[in-house]
């Protein structure tokens, strides 16, 4: 098998700096362009809603690599140029201003881009979303002034936010559509624990809400809200809270246009299979906007930097002729207050979840069995949870379960098998 001689990345996140790097340690030595619509160079997204955004983190150590890393390595790069349309018949991508750029095998790791609030007043100024340099650019400001915010969503982007803006002083109010947190992608237990863990720092969570509007006079200055109820929303229950900033945490969509309209398979993100193939095997995908094969989940699209970089580094070495397949276990992480979240595999399909208590305060970890096997561990403050609990799922092992909720026996200790 003959191998591209112009590879074309189109997106400029964790995955595409790390294909650049692993093209080259590959032994690749043709032509990389990488075209992102963006004009910054790769850089990293989970510290934006933590320490970036805190201040804590300077802006220099979010990028990836070092422009020079891609003068070094013979890297064309396009930023803050946009892919129009791919032209499968030609073998090539168009680009928005102009021109067309070739491809012998073309990877799209175009990530996902915010899903943005369609309440009225949700234009507003002192509306913020949290998922680019520019967002958290722009929140900044408004953080220093203080005053009072509200943020919509009760997943790991809305929880990261409101501790950030706690921390910094601010009177927090946040929303949540569920009757719990993080009630896509983690158990009751942990939920729960998170609950108070923010209402012991002083935010005020009101679960089973719906935004009805944003309201203010050119910007922001209060926010109505509705009570959801099992099957309707109940309109005279409406309350007004006082705002000076609102940040939304509302999800993501995958950026999966431009498969879809040159014909490539898509459902929730562009499907590959196990090798990181779109439907068609001249085009790759990765990352956020890849919904991927999995043998534990079925199909899955995985929102997570270890995912964005290990398919990466299959979309190199199969590019490259290889033939590897992704069957990584799901990781994730968060930051909140004084509180490290670590999780391994992921909380579906679960039919019983073990709490097991930290030896410290704050600390805790929660057990998901899918009948007697283990299949996601979830950790809080609990290093050697998590690891023990990865180390299983990856090995295939699964603890006993009553000796795992029994903190008198050591984990290191429980029987696996």
Not at 167 to 178: A, N, Q
Not at 258 to 281: F, K
Not at 314 to 339: H, K
């Amino acid at each position: 098998m003959s191998h591209p001689e112009r590879i074309v990345i189109v997106g400029a996140g964790h995955a595409s700096a790390q294909l650049c790097e692993s093209l080259r340690r590959g032994g690749h030595t043709g032509a990389i362009t990488l075209i992102g619509e963006e004009t910054w160079l790769p850089y990293q997204r989970p510290p934006l809603s933590k320490a970036y955004l805190l201040g804590d983190f300077a802006r220099e150590r979010l990028f990836v690599k070092p422009e020079s890393f891609y003068a070094e390595n013979d890297i064309t790069l396009r930023l803050g140029t946009e892919v129009e349309a791919i032209d499968r018949a030609a073998g090539a991508v168009r680009l928005a201003g102009g021109g067309m750029v070739g491809y012998d095998a073309l990877a799209l790791l175009t990530g996902a881009r915010v899903r943005t609030l369609d309440c009225p007043g949700a234009q507003l100024n002192g509306v913020h979303y949290v998922r680019g340099i520019d967002d958290i650019d722009g929140l900044m400001p408004a953080i220093g002034r203080g005053g009072r915010a509200v943020v919509i969503g009760g997943g790991y982007i809305g929880l990261e936010a409101a501790a950030v803006l706690r921390k910094k002083g601010l009177e927090v109010t946040l929303l949540h559509r569920s009757s719990r947190l993080l009630s896509r992608v983690a158990s009751a237990q942990t939920a729960a624990f998170f609950k108070e863990l923010h209402e012991d720092e002083g935010v005020h969570i009101r679960l089973n809400q719906t935004v009805r509007s944003i309201e203010g006079a050119g910007r922001v200055e209060k926010v109505e809200i509705e009570r959801v109820l099992v099957d309707h929303v109940e309109r005279a229950a409406t309350v007004e809270i006082e705002a000076d900033l609102v940040v939304a945490g509302v999800g993501v969509l995958p950026n999966q246009r431009l498969a879809a309209e040159a014909g490539l398979l898509t459902e929730n993100g562009i499907l590959v299979d196990a090798q990181c193939r779109t439907s068609d095997p001249a085009i790759y995908a990765a990352g956020d906007v890849a919904e991927h094969p999995h043998g534990d989940y079925g199909q899955i699209r995985l929102e997570s930097v270890q995912n964005a970089l290990d398919q990466a580094k299959i979309c190199a070495a199969n590019m490259l002729g290889g033939s590897e397949v992704y069957a990584a276990t799901p990781w994730f992480w968060s930051d909140q207050f004084d509180v490290k979240f670590q999780s391994a595999g992921l909380p579906q399909g679960f039919t019983r979840a073990v709490w097991r208590a930290g030896e410290k305060p704050r600390s805790g970890s929660c057990w998901l069995y899918a009948e007697d096997k283990l299949i996601c561990v979830e950790a809080m403050n609990d290093p050697r949870a998590y690891m023990m609990g990865k180390r299983w799922i990856e090995g295939g092992l699964s603890p006993d379960a009553v000796q795992i909720a029994d903190v008198g026996v050591a984990l290191k200790a429980v029987a696996a098998g």
